[in-house]
């Protein structure tokens, strides 16, 4: 476990914001000296606590305004008598066009899938003929998310 301090939360929480910012203006919102910035980001690197850098897109710009959330449950046994492990369905899935992201569940689902489309049809056509022809999908729920906060 990475032992991190009040000034360190608070620059991750500034990088969350804006990860572009540069130490100088991460220094001013921080009330901390750049070199101090500098310094305690890249030991956040190093530890590994900040993984990577990302961008936060428009998907209504980028023509992909449809996002849902998939509840999927999983069939071990496949109908030829072979086994699907839950690991490598998530692998299959997370390499489908338009999937964002895959979690491994507890509970009354075995995955959550999220994805982005440009329209309904492009989503039907994603959980229709794709993600429902992966080896041990079994059932699915699609929920259309209507706004984000």
């Known amino acids: 476990m990475v032992n991190i301090d009040e000034k360190d939360v608070l620059l991750l929480k500034l990088l969350q914001q804006d990860s572009h910012a540069s130490v100088q203006h991460l220094a001013k919102q921080s009330s901390l000296p750049p070199t101090t910035v500098h310094n305690r980001i890249k030991k956040l690197e190093q530890q ?29 046994l496949l109908p030829t008598g072979g086994k699907v492990s839950i690991e490598d369905a998530a692998q299959e899935l997370r390499s489908l066009p338009g999937v964002e992201d895959v979690a491994i569940l507890t509970g009354g689902a075995d995955l959550l899938v999220r994805v982005r489309a440009a329209d309904i049809a492009e989503l039907n056509e994603l959980v229709v003929r794709k993600l429902r022809a992966v080896a041990g999908v079994d059932k699915t729920q699609t929920m259309i998310v209507l706004s984000t906060t």
């Not at 990577?52 to 897109?57: D, G, M, P």
């Not at 998907?59 to 449809?66: F, Q, S, T, V, Y």
Request: glycine share 6%; aromatic share 10%.
């Open 48 to 76: 590994g606590v900040i993984k990577r850098y990302t961008v936060e897109l428009d998907w209504n710009k980028a023509g992909k305004p449809i996002l849902a959330y998939i509840l999927v449950t999983a069939e071990h």
